[in-house]
């Protein structure tokens, strides 16, 4: 069963209007969780992550929300631009457990001129 | 060379043939990861190098076997793979093996088993 979800497989949103993107997790162990884009033939680049002590963590133009208690994130990326058409994965990982990352399987992000 | 590099970045081989992916990190970490990624599913974690130390063996087939030979090189030997093992090997690297450390990719190294 998977402990990240990204339910939605892809995204369009028109330039400059913000992009939602969401995550959901099942382990309440995780306590760490990260964004990461991806552009085809390359590896995924990280983005921006937050702490489970912490409910927002902002970097320019992109913003992490973290709902525990629904055990939800969503990353905001405003305002969107085109080279922020990519495949965003979010990941998690529980300090003290395991030593990788969980990862959803993406969100494929298109962003529309 | 900075970041994390991986070589080859595209590999062909037949089910008996005996491969090595290669993965080199430049940032002075002290962790190592391999991941997989299929088609159509998510990265999954396969083994993860703490000091040169195996510290996660997450159920994978004897036809993989990593080495570590110290903490900046990382090795994933290959040999008599299925088809349904095609698939993006990524490498990554992070300062530690602590969950809350970033981990840093390397482009992949796309497989093709025949």
């Known amino acids: 069963d998977q402990q990240v979800k990204q339910n939605s497989p892809s995204l369009s949103v028109q330039e400059g209007r913000i992009s939602i993107l969401n995550c959901d997790y099942t382990?309440?162990?995780?306590?760490?969780f990260l964004w990461y884009k991806k552009y085809p033939a390359e590896g995924p680049t990280f983005l921006i992550s937050?702490?489970?002590?912490?409910d927002k963590n902002e970097d320019g133009r992109f913003t992490v929300f973290l709902n525990k208690s629904a055990k939800h994130l969503s990353l905001h990326i405003v305002p969107s631009q085109p080279g922020d058409s990519a495949v965003y994965f979010c990941a998690a990982s529980a300090r003290g457990g395991a030593d990788g990352l969980t990862f959803g399987k993406g969100t494929h992000l298109i962003i529309q001129p | 060379e900075t970041g994390v590099t991986q070589t080859p970045r595209h590999l062909v081989m037949g089910m008996t043939n005996k491969k090595s992916l290669k993965c080199e990190q430049h940032?002075?970490?002290?962790?190592m990861y391999w991941y997989k990624q299929s088609a159509k599913k998510p990265l999954e974690l396969m083994f993860v190098?703490?000091?040169?130390?195996?510290?996660e063996n997450n159920s994978v087939p004897s036809r993989f076997s990593p080495e570590c030979p110290n903490s900046s090189h990382l090795f994933l030997h290959l040999h008599t793979l299925q088809p349904e093992d095609s698939a993006l090997y990524l490498c990554?690297?992070?300062?530690?093996?602590?969950?809350?450390?970033?981990?840093?990719f390397g482009p992949g190294t796309r497989l093709t088993v025949l």
């Open positions: 382990n309440s162990m995780f306590d760490y």
């Open positions: 990554a690297s992070s300062h530690s093996s602590g969950g809350s450390d970033t981990q840093y």
């Open positions: 937050i702490s489970s002590i912490k």
């Open positions: 940032l002075g970490h002290n962790a």
């Open positions: 190098y703490s000091l040169e130390e195996r510290v």
